[in-house]
C-alpha cells in the first residue's frame, strides 16, 4: 500500500500541484489512496455493518446514510447533485471524516467542506460510462482521467 500512496501523491501533486492549495490537494490525495484501497468502510451513525469499502462501499454508505439518490447521480452521466459537509460528516461518519482530514492536515470541519466539493468530482470521474469499475479493474490507470475530472471541474 505504501508504494500506491506513494504514486497517487506523486501524480496528484504533479496534475494538480499549482491549481489546487496544498489541504485540498493533500485531501484528494487521501481520498483517491482510501477509494483504491477499499479503505473507506469506516462509516458514519446511518450504517450498522461496514461495506466492502472501496467506491462500492462508499455508495453503499450514502445509500444507508439516506442520501443514495444524491451519490446515485455522482455515478450518472446526468448532472452531479450537491451536498453539504454537514451531509458529508453525517454519512462518512467522524472516524473516516477525521482520518481523511489528518491525513490533509484540516480540522474535521474544513475537510468536510472540502469533500463537499471534490467528492461528486471524483466519483464522477471514477464512473464515466455511469457504472462503476469492473471488480479487478486497475484504477490506478485511471489516475490521469480522475485528475482531468477534478482539473475540468476546477473553477
Known amino acids: 500500500m505504501g508504494l500506491l500512496d506513494s504514486l497517487v501523491g506523486s501524480v496528484v501533486s504533479q496534475a494538480l500541484g499549482g491549481s489546487q492549495q496544498g489541504g485540498q490537494a493533500a485531501l484528494i490525495q487521501a481520498l483517491i489512496g482510501m477509494l483504491m484501497n477499499g479503505g473507506l468502510g469506516g462509516g458514519g451513525a446511518a450504517q450498522a455493518s461496514a461495506p466492502a469499502g472501496g467506491l462500492g462501499g462508499l455508495l453503499e454508505q450514502f445509500q444507508r446514510g439516506g442520501l443514495g439518490d444524491v451519490a446515485a447521480s455522482w455515478v450518472s452521466t446526468g448532472q452531479n447533485l450537491p451536498i453539504s459537509a454537514e451531509q458529508i460528516g453525517q454519512v462518512l461518519g467522524p472516524d473516516v471524516l477525521g482520518q481523511l482530514a489528518r491525513s490533509a492536515g484540516m480540522d474535521s470541519g474544513a475537510a468536510g467542506g472540502a469533500l463537499a466539493q471534490i467528492l461528486p468530482q471524483v ?14 479493474t ?12 477534478l482539473l475540468g471541474g476546477a473553477r
Open 123 to 136: 466519483v464522477d470521474a471514477m464512473t464515466p460510462d455511469g457504472r462503476l469499475p469492473q471488480q479487478g
Open 138 to 149: 486497475d484504477l490506478g490507470a485511471m489516475l490521469p482521467q480522475i485528475l482531468g475530472g
